[in-house]
Structure formats: structure tokens, C-alpha cells
């Protein structure tokens, strides 16, 4: 099969298009058992973009999702077999500069209904620490007195931080612009995919709720983490995200820094360091030892494994909610 990357996809297209399908099936997360029927068959690069694929879509789509419960997302490489089920959807929704590779894979597969759900909101540059004292304004110069830290950024174009689904706010902007090109693709369900993004926007919309009501009055509003993947969400609801190492989640920090979040948890007065669930929890526990502090799960959504504290999108968030109320001292 691997041939076919040399030859023009549109020429081999029809050729292969049986067995691409079928082998496409056999990648897929659910849905499709191979009897796919007339569904629409999407790819979604990762979790995040699954869940708005499979809420929006309903009976109506069969999602693949090009990376595996459990694997980092950021590291993803793919197989010629998932290029090649790219190459034969019907949409593609991804997000541009969480991965390379996919980024790649999708500009050469000639997808029509190609979506990025980049475009389909603003994004902002956050370093380490991101503060949201005036988070009432989607800031275009609002944090850039916040550059401090480690300055790791992440994404191609100048460092925009690309963790937009972590604010339940710009998550539903983007499950608005997924139901609209959902709309457009597949015209015949129309009606449907309108009912099913309002249903989620309006769940969205309550957990933005619980998230304003839970973080009203905390005792702290600092946090720190292993992976700067919340600088939406601080900004959203006022607080301040420390990164330890920056972007990555398996970097180890400099003893610099370490002494610097030190600092920092005790003027802030900080109680937890928060590491997530598909990276290693070596460098909080590490943090935590030398600085007297408890360490704690905060999950940025990026896979569900069974480790994940909620079975879905909604249900994670929720269990973040909790962990971050208690390490702030929220009532």
C-alpha cells in the first residue's frame, strides 16, 4: 500500500477506495464497524475534536480518531494506513499545531471538507505564567506584560497557544463553526447537526457556569503544572497558571526554575503542584518533595484512558472544577 503516497491521490482514489475503507474501519474508535453505511466518515486528529465530531454528528457520522486512548498526542507519528484513511473522509476536523505530523498529513490529502478548529475561534500567546485580571476582554494585548517564565510556547505561528477547548467558552465557539461546516457537508442532516451543537453549546454554557460560580472566591489564584496546557482557562477565570518546564510535558525544569516556582508558591501561597494523566508524574513529585507541597491531577483532555476522572469531555472538566476548587481554596 505504500506506493499510492507516490502517485497523485486523486488518480488511485477510486481504485483503492474499497480497501481503503475497510481498512480505515478497522482504525476506528467506534461507531463504524465496517457497516458504514451512508454515514459520513470523519476523521478527527485527537480527543478534544472526536468528542465535538461525535456530539455535533450523532447517528449521522462514523468517527476515526487518528490518535489512540493513551498515546500523547504531541508525539503522534502516523502509519501509511492512517494516512491513507485520511485521504479517503468525507471531513477531516483537526487542530493546527498540537500536530505536525497531522498538519502534514492532512495539506497533502486533498480533503475537501478540511476543518481546522484553529480558525474557528482566536487564539492567544501564553508563556508560563498566564494571568486573567481583566478576563472580561478576549485580550489581543491584554497578557503581554506576562512573559516571564520559561517562555516555551508552543504551535508554529509565533508561539499561539493552541489549548483552546480547555475554556468550555471557546470550545463551544468552535463546536458552533464544526456544526455549521457539518451543516455544509452533509446538507441532507442539516436540521440535525443545528439541534445537536445547540444542545452542546448549551451544555458548555453550564459548565462555564459552574467554573465562574466554583472559582468566584478563592483563597489563592495561583496554580502550578507540569504542562502550561491552561492559559485559557486561567485567563477565563482569573487565576494564574505556573509552568514548571513549560509546553512539554516530559521536560525536565532547571534547577533555576524550581527555585523560582518555590518563590512563587510561597508568595502566592500555592498549595499543590498538578500533573496530568498521560504524561509522568516524576517532576511534581519531585517539585512537591522539595517545596512541602501536595501534588494533584489536573487533566488536560488531550485522551481518555481509563485513568481519566469522568468518562467524557464534560465529565472530565468537571473533575478538574474539583481539583482546582480544592488546591485554590474555592468555597
Not at 199 to 219: D, F, R
Amino acid at each position: 500500500m505504500n506506493v499510492r503516497r507516490l502517485i497523485p491521490t486523486t488518480a488511485v482514489a477510486g481504485a483503492v477506495v474499497l480497501g481503503l475503507t475497510a481498512l480505515s474501519a478497522c482504525s476506528t474508535s467506534d461507531a463504524a464497524d465496517g457497516g458504514n453505511g451512508d454515514k459520513l466518515k470523519v476523521t478527527a486528529s485527537f480527543y478534544p475534536m472526536q468528542f465535538l465530531a461525535e456530539r455535533i454528528g450523532g447517528e449521522h457520522v462514523a468517527v476515526t480518531s487518528l490518535t489512540k486512548p493513551g498515546v500523547e498526542p504531541h508525539d503522534l507519528e502516523l502509519t501509511p494506513r492512517q494516512i491513507g484513511s485520511i485521504s479517503e473522509s468525507d471531513y477531516v476536523l483537526y487542530l493546527k499545531g498540537i500536530q505536525p505530523a497531522v498538519d502534514d498529513a492532512i495539506k497533502q490529502s486533498g480533503v475537501k471538507n478540511t476543518v481546522d478548529a484553529a480558525t474557528l475561534t482566536t487564539l492567544e500567546n501564553h508563556g508560563s505564567e498566564v494571568s486573567g485580571h481583566d478576563h472580561g476582554h478576549e485580550g489581543e494585548e491584554a497578557h503581554e506584560e506576562h512573559s516571564e517564565g520559561d517562555g516555551h510556547n508552543h504551535g508554529e505561528d509565533g508561539g499561539a497557544d493552541p489549548h483552546i477547548w480547555l475554556d468550555p467558552v471557546k470550545y463551544a465557539e468552535v463546536a458552533k463553526g464544526v456544526g455549521k461546516s457539518l451543516e455544509k457537508a452533509d446538507p441532507d442532516h442539516a436540521a440535525d447537526y443545528k439541534k445537536n451543537t445547540d444542545a452542546l453549546v448549551a451544555e458548555l454554557g453550564e459548565l462555564n457556569t459552574a467554573y465562574e460560580t466554583g472559582l468566584k472566591n478563592p483563597a489563592t489564584k495561583t496554580f502550578i503544572t507540569t504542562h502550561s496546557a491552561f492559559g485559557y482557562l486561567a485567563e477565563r477565570y482569573g487565576l494564574t497558571q505556573q509552568g514548571i518546564a513549560g509546553i512539554d510535558p516530559e521536560a525536565e525544569p532547571s534547577p533555576a526554575r524550581i527555585q523560582e516556582i518555590h518563590t512563587i508558591a510561597e508568595k502566592e501561597k500555592a498549595t499543590t503542584v498538578f500533573f496530568e494523566t498521560l504524561a509522568s508524574d516524576k517532576t511534581a513529585k519531585t517539585l512537591a518533595k522539595d517545596t512541602g507541597l501536595k501534588t494533584g491531577v489536573l487533566d488536560p483532555l488531550e485522551g481518555i484512558t481509563e485513568k481519566s476522572q469522568g468518562a467524557d469531555y464534560i465529565e472530565v472538566m468537571e473533575s478538574n472544577l474539583a481539583a482546582l476548587q480544592k488546591a485554590l481554596g474555592a468555597k
